[in-house]
């Protein structure tokens, strides 16, 4: 639409403008809600927002301090297991080193006794055995293993059912289906 119109700072002269028209829905798409663009904003809609961040948030930290709880939890366990096992490797080294006249052979129970003069030493023959006449002081009774640890006799039935699993589970290595999870189905029978 073309017009014609007297510009204020030059009323002699005429000037030709061309108007265009502008719509919110050029070729019948509206592009931006007049709704949205026209409304007078609501404070409470601000707030909510900020809630809705703070919960995020708040439920984002929780999760992390849950996660960091776990593997705290974890990594205590496994600095108990660690001090466990060079508990045992120092009684093993001990044991070892005690004296003894004869050969040791795995799978046979050991009694430890301690002369006066404060060595130790192994013998096959237990303190009921020797019955009163026990020359020396008996310290304890453990098995040898085969991977030479020693296990003390109130926890040789224990490791020996451990062992047995661990030895079926062995023997049918072949059988196990290939599970995704983890099945102990008759290792324990």
């Known amino acids: 639409m073309d017009r014609t119109v007297c510009l204020p700072n030059q009323p002699d002269k005429t000037t030709k403008v061309t108007l265009v028209e502008s719509s919110s829905t050029p070729g019948g798409l509206e592009l931006v809600s007049p709704y949205q ?12 927002l900020a809630l809705q961040v703070q919960k995020g948030d708040d439920f984002i930290k929780a999760n992390a301090s849950n996660k960091l709880t776990v593997i705290a939890d974890q ?39 301690e002369r006066q003069s404060g060595q130790k030493y192994f013998s096959i023959i237990s303190p009921q055995e020797w019955g009163p006449s026990c020359p020396h002081q008996f ?10 640890s020693w296990t003390p006799i109130e926890d040789v039935q224990k490791r020996d059912a451990e062992l047995a699993i661990m030895d079926k589970l062995l023997s049918q290595q072949t059988a196990i289906p290939p599970y995704t999870e983890p099945n102990f189905k008759g290792l324990s029978d």
């Open 75 to 113: 990594i205590r366990y496994l600095q108990e297991q660690a001090r466990k096992v060079l508990e045992e490797a120092k009684r093993d080294a001990d044991l070892h080193h005690a004296a003894c006249n004869i050969v040791k052979k795995p799978g046979n129970m050991y009694y430890l006794y």
């Open 139 to 148: 310290q304890g009774a453990f098995k040898l293993q085969h991977d030479m």
């Open 37 to 48: 663009t026209n409304r007078v904003g609501d404070p409470s809609d601000l707030v909510a």
